[in-house]
């Protein structure tokens, strides 16, 4: 088959860049776990707990759109590694005093490829592309706690082959504006891939998080704290390594990691801290210690796993740009800009 070549060229480039960036290229659309906002980006790429009524955290957590001052829009972008770039849109608007509703859209491109027939010769360039809509709608059930939900229709598409499938996301928020204190929970990326790019379909990287955000009431420091995966403890680094191996002749080297049950656990973790001295100024650095252990170089610690930011607000926007760290393979930098919609319906005093 013509294409065959070429899809199987992409699929090991998106594969690698699937463990690179996503840890693990074996699931369908690994873009859904990518951070849309540079805020959760320089907090270590997950954070489910932060109140701070930028609309695009609702991405990571549907029920944080409950923390939005009024209509709001955000825009984001990453310059990914190589060719790829990602960006997104994020609205959001409240119905009434009691419930929120938003919309979210996420695109992805990977540039363009070289495209090779099955006897090698070269055929054209082709490219890639992911891209889902998130339709969000949320409803505080107590004066500090709210729950929400996300159905993300999904599509992607690689050359002449194309793909739809469907996620939901389902977050619940707690606050506490009296203790400086807030908590969340998400189920996300839970769903179906409905046409897989050929035979078989493959699973979603649905994930479950939970996160925890305390501010110091007399220093201008804030703390974010966020276990990822409960859905998995082991991460079977040498089953899959094995399997691996014995499905490519390229795997030469046998892969064995012996991981202590200390290491896995903090390999689930993300720790971040803000320096936020006054409200329309703030920066953050945080450590993800699974990025760390997977990137870092042998018998080298480098700097993987390191992210860091900041947000300025001018006016009536807030600006934010952060820098992760991924290793030798480079980092990722973004920029966000969002904005509260009824400001600029306010007379300026």
């Not at 170089?297 to 607000?313: C, K, R, T, Y």
Request: proline content about 3%; glycine content about 10%.
């Amino acid at each position: 088959m013509q294409m065959r070549r070429t899809f199987l060229s992409l699929a090991i480039i998106l594969g690698a860049a699937g463990n690179a960036f996503a840890y693990g290229g074996s699931k369908a659309y690994q873009f859904l776990t990518l951070p849309t906002s540079t805020t959760v980006s320089a907090l270590g790429g997950d954070n489910v707990s932060l109140y701070s009524g930028e609309v695009t955290l609702a991405q990571q957590n549907p029920a944080l759109l409950s923390a939005i001052p009024g209509t709001s829009v955000g825009l984001s972008y990453f310059n990914y590694i190589a060719d790829a770039n990602y960006g997104s849109l994020t609205f959001g608007q409240a119905v009434d005093s009691l419930s929120w509703w938003g919309v979210g859209f996420t695109f992805m491109g990977y540039g363009t490829f070289d495209a090779y027939d099955e006897y090698g010769v070269e055929d054209g360039t082709f490219s890639a592309s992911d891209m889902d809509l998130s339709l969000m709608y949320v409803r505080r059930l107590a004066s500090n706690f709210s729950m929400g939900m996300a159905l993300k229709p999904v599509y992607s598409h690689i050359a002449d082959y194309s793909s739809f499938g469907l996620a939901l996301d389902l977050g619940a928020f707690y606050y506490l504006p009296e203790k400086l204190f807030s908590a969340g929970l998400a189920v996300r990326n839970f769903g179906v891939q409905f046409t897989p790019y050929e035979d078989e379909r493959e699973s979603l990287p649905w994930d479950v998080q939970v996160g925890v955000t305390k501010k110091l009431a007399h220093a201008p420091f804030r703390f974010n704290l966020t276990y990822t995966k409960l859905n998995k403890w082991n991460f079977d680094y040498e089953k899959d390594a094995n399997l691996y191996k014995a499905s490519s002749s390229y795997v030469e080297a046998e892969y064995k990691e012996d991981v202590s049950w200390g290491d896995m656990f903090m390999r689930h973790m993300v720790i971040g801290v803000e320096f936020v001295p006054t409200k329309n100024f703030s920066v953050a650095a945080s450590y993800n210690h699974r990025r760390h252990k997977e990137f870092a170089m042998e018998n080298a610690g480098g700097a993987a796993g390191w992210s860091f930011g900041a947000n300025l607000h001018v006016y009536k926007f807030a600006l934010g740009a952060s820098y992760a760290i991924y290793g030798p393979s480079g980092g990722v930098f973004g920029v966000n800009l969002s904005s509260c919609i009824d400001d600029f319906r306010k007379k300026d005093k």
